[in-house]
Nanobody, 119 residues
Framework: QVQLVESGGGLAQAGGSLRLSCAAS????????MGWFRQAPGKGREFVAA????????NVADSVKGRFTISRDNAKNTVYLQMNRLKPEDTAVYYC????????????WGQGTQVTVSS
């Protein structure tokens, strides 16, 4: 089992920045990859970014490329999402997820943190 707890959400103005954190606990040695997803009201879940746990290889969605950066601190078992130049359309609940199986799906999910960007 892996437990994930997100933090750092809140209200920001357009053009501003926020940093989300996701702390993992439990069987963290089994984590292969961690990702961030978001879900806006009335919309489906959207991939935002992912990072390989061992080699730090990252993948970022085109919609946030150049504005969002994913990073991790293995010693703290924490993954971060630095969000710059925020836009109102970035408003969503942001979830982190952990992949331990190496398949194309994520096995564990956090409870989500709300990000609201005002224009």
């Amino acid at each position: 089992q892996v437990q994930l707890v997100e933090s750092g959400g809140g209200l920001a103005q357009a053009g501003g920045s926020l940093r989300l954190s996701c702390a993992a606990s439990g069987r963290t040695f089994s984590i292969l990859r961690m990702g961030w997803f978001r879900q806006a009201p009335g919309k489906g879940r959207e991939f935002v970014a992912a990072i390989e746990w061992r080699n730090s290889f990252t993948n970022v969605a085109d919609s946030v490329k150049g504005r969002f950066t994913i990073s991790r601190d293995n010693a703290k078992n924490t993954v971060y999402l630095q969000m710059n130049r925020l836009k109102p359309e970035d408003t969503a609940v942001y979830y982190c997820a952990a992949d331990i199986g190496g398949a194309a799906t994520y096995d564990y999910w956090g409870q989500g943190t709300q990000v609201t960007v005002s224009s």
